[in-house]
């Protein structure tokens, strides 16, 4: 049974950094990855999305990397912003057309 | 091009009483899935539709239930409503299936149960 866990569960740094955001799943046999936002009471924006083929994806100050063999995926942040903050979450496709999610890293930076 | 649209954005019921919460998908989405999330909790899947039938349920009781329309729009019905159903229900909507598909999700909809 896949599971999906981020660690950390929540990361507080000052503006300007760069960071990185946890994501690691059990089994190797993925359709693909996903990385969403959300914003408190709010639905979820998608960020990213890894095909099991690929080995990362970028937009804007975003790269998200997916290392199938070793069951992980980064989210790099590069030079933080205080609208940056939000819960970031990973979800794992797999071939039964199901969603796995993490619970997610709640990330707040500090101005 | 409109996102996904969920109605009603609050919703208020007495315990007992029925919920009945609308989504309608982005234009040429065929697939629907329901959430729940409760208050500091994860996302807890509970209805997957695709082309009028449903796919897939996720481990909730029978009183949660829906539909999906010929117009691919959803609904969810949840009965005999318990003070631990309160909580913000997120409904997305991709091309059939996950694989390969962005899942795109809409605004929730909040269900308070007193």
């Known amino acids: 049974k896949q599971e999906v866990t981020q660690i950390p569960a929540a990361l507080s740094v000052p503006e300007g950094e760069n960071l990185v955001l946890n994501c690691s799943f059990t089994d190797s046999a993925i359709y693909n990855l996903q990385w969403f936002r959300q914003d408190p009471g709010k639905g979820l924006t998608s960020l990213l999305l890894i095909q099991s083929s690929q080995r990362e994806q970028t937009s804007g100050r975003l790269n998200a990397s997916l290392d199938k063999s070793s069951g992980r995926s980064t989210l790099y942040i590069a030079a933080s912003q205080p609208g940056d903050s939000a819960t970031y979450l990973c979800?794992?496709?797999?071939?039964?057309?199901?969603?796995?999610w993490g619970a997610g890293t709640k990330l707040i930076i500090k101005p | 091009e409109a996102g996904v649209t969920q109605s009603p954005t609050h919703l208020i019921k007495t315990r007992g009483q029925q919920a009945t919460l609308r989504c309608s998908p982005i234009s040429g989405h065929t697939s629907v899935y329901w959430y729940q999330q409760a208050l500091g909790l994860g996302l807890q899947f509970l209805l997957w539709y695709d082309e009028g039938e449903e796919r897939n349920r996720g481990n909730f009781p029978p009183r949660f239930s829906g539909r999906q329309f010929p117009n691919y729009s959803s609904e969810l019905n949840v009965n005999a409503l318990e003070l631990e159903d309160s909580a913000l229900y997120l409904c997305?909507?991709?091309?059939?299936?996950?694989?390969?598909?962005?899942?795109?999700f809409g605004e929730g909809s909040w269900l308070t149960v007193v």
């Open positions: 997305a909507s991709s091309l059939r299936g996950y694989s390969g598909n962005t899942i795109y």
């Open positions: 979800a794992v496709g797999d071939s039964n057309y199901q969603l796995i």
